[in-house]
């Protein structure tokens, strides 16, 4: 008999069993971005530009850390719910358990990487003479929370699965409002300023890792984290590792060409970097909503995948696809028009200001295009189709962006030209994520394909 959880993967009406995933993921991905806000809101009432430039500076690091979240979180719910389509139970347990422990040794031996390495990390993400030593001290802070923040992006996706979005997405509310609740407490109240958002930050993931730790020692889910399920032969830790590692790699990708672009925008100065900063949050306001469909919709799709449903799958689809676009060219609307108010809840200084709300409607161009993008990356990580999501990994924020940014920098020498490096980018991988999507699926479910009820 069928966990009721996964009931709705299978027997639901598309659009119902589409919503029911991808608004808890919607949700939680939307409190990633309140809580990314905050710590750049509170830190802004400093009136110190050279506190969110650092911040700014800091984040890669931190988008590091979170990448090997999502190299077990990722790799592990597109294993996980294709074994489970498979009807096989067992493997799905040990698989948890492999992502759990693995992803706690790696974090704790980051954490100790993090703190023995803090200077010479800070200047490579980026640090300035006037910002360096506030940024050592967000990372020094920040390391320890390391394995907390590892074991809650794991598993807030993990949790998925086996289809409790709805719990997924209460643990991430929950660090997340911590978080902001505690960010004005120590920023502002304390005066601790960039050190009371670094902890801040870390409380936050250790409620959520606590949480997600406690939803499986109470015995209430299907899957498990107890050491005695922990397997990584029987290709469990190749299938983590396979769809997991591309993933990863585009966050760490990600986190640097972060850095890279931060390093090129210093010729611009500071002031350039903190509007830099804001309008990358900015810009995720719809990146976020839109990565949330991509995120919600995966375990749907490789449940049916591993189940051989070719029609369901599609229908899933077809359906997201249409649903993605529609909130992609309403987010860009919304994004661009209110550029200069979202900036200037961050940054009263009008030079800052003005280099923000520029960067962010440069940003945004790319909104059209995001939410397809976004689906068929998940798409093709659902079907573990491992060499199409390698290839779209390295090419987005790598093979592709980074020669951009730098022939933009190259040739144009100005500061808005960086910026639009990521919107053609944007373009570029998204025709070629359409590409490798075709081909995967042509490869993977020639004879996978049961075609049967939607």
């Not at 910002?131 to 807030?156: C, D, R």
């Not at 300023?193 to 250790?206: E, P």
């Not at 990600?254 to 903190?274: C, E, H, P, R």
């Not at 550029?339 to 200001?353: C, G, I, K, R, T």
Request: aromatic share 10%; proline share 4%.
């Amino acid at each position: 008999m069928k966990e009721k959880s996964t009931e709705i993967f299978e027997n639901a009406p598309i659009p119902k069993a589409v919503f029911v995933n991808i608004i808890p993921s919607i949700i939680s991905m939307l409190m990633v971005l309140i809580y990314n806000l905050a710590d750049t809101y509170f830190i802004g009432m400093t009136k110190d530009p050279l506190m969110v430039a650092a911040v700014s500076q800091a984040t890669p690091a931190f988008l590091f850390f979170m990448a090997v979240g999502m190299l077990f979180g990722v790799g592990g719910t597109s294993l996980i719910s294709r074994m489970l389509g498979q009807g096989r139970n067992r493997e799905a347990r040990n698989a948890c358990s492999f992502c759990f422990w693995t992803g706690t040794v790696v974090g704790v031996v980051g954490m100790l990487l993090m703190i023995i390495l803090c200077e010479p990390l800070s200047w490579m993400v980026g640090a300035t003479e006037g910002t360096i030593e506030l940024v050592k001290q967000y990372l020094f802070i920040v390391a320890f929370g390391v394995p907390f923040l590892i074991i809650a992006n794991v598993f807030s996706n993990i949790i998925r699965a086996e289809g409790k979005a709805n719990k997924a997405m209460f643990g991430m509310i929950l660090g997340n409002l911590v978080n902001i609740v505690l960010d004005p407490l120590m920023i502002i109240g304390f005066g601790w300023n960039v050190a009371g958002a670094a902890v801040a930050t870390v409380l936050g993931n250790v409620v959520a890792a606590v949480f997600y730790i406690v939803h499986f020692l109470t015995g209430k889910s299907t899957l498990t984290i107890h050491p005695r399920e922990y397997r990584a032969g029987n290709q469990i830790a190749v299938g983590v590792l396979a769809i997991g590692i591309p993933a990863s790699l585009n966050s760490i990708l990600m986190s640097t060409s972060n850095v890279l672009i931060n390093n090129l925008m210093k010729a611009y100065g500071d002031l350039a970097v903190a509007g830099l900063g804001v309008a990358l949050k900015v810009n995720m306001v719809a990146v976020m909503l839109l990565i949330g469909v991509g995120t919600g919709i995966q375990p749907l799709l490789g449940y049916n995948f591993g189940a051989g449903n070719r029609k369901r799958f599609m229908g899933v689809l077809k359906f997201s696809l249409v649903l993605a676009v529609s909130l992609s060219i309403v987010m860009t609307i919304i994004c661009y028009l209110g550029a200069s108010p979202m900036v200037s809840a961050f940054l009263e200084d009008q030079q800052a200001h003005e280099f923000g709300m520029q960067f962010a409607r440069m940003l945004i161009i790319s909104g059209p295009v995001l939410g397809v993008l976004f689906v068929m990356i998940n798409t093709i990580q659902s079907m573990g189709a491992a060499i199409p999501s390698m290839i779209l990994s390295v090419s987005r924020q790598g093979l592709i962006y980074i020669p951009v940014l730098f022939i933009f920098n190259a040739v144009f020498s100005s500061a808005r030209m960086l910026v639009i490096a990521q919107p053609v980018t944007d373009y570029i991988a998204t025709t070629v994520s359409i590409i490798l999507f075709i081909f995967a699926f042509r490869k993977y479910f020639k004879d996978n394909s049961r075609g049967e009820s939607a």
